[in-house]
């Protein structure tokens, strides 16, 4: 979840407004918000 945050941060920076992060446990087909 770390990475994915540093992402949403990084396209917050970039001007993006409204940054959602998912992450997809393929395997168990389950998604986490972050």
């Known amino acids: 979840m770390h ?3 540093e ?3 990084l396209i917050k920076k970039m001007g ?3 940054v959602e992060g998912h992450i997809w446990y393929v395997y168990n087909n389950k998604v986490t918000d972050c």
């Open 3 to 5: 990475q994915v945050r």
């Open 16 to 18: 993006y407004h409204s």
């Open 7 to 9: 992402y949403m941060n």
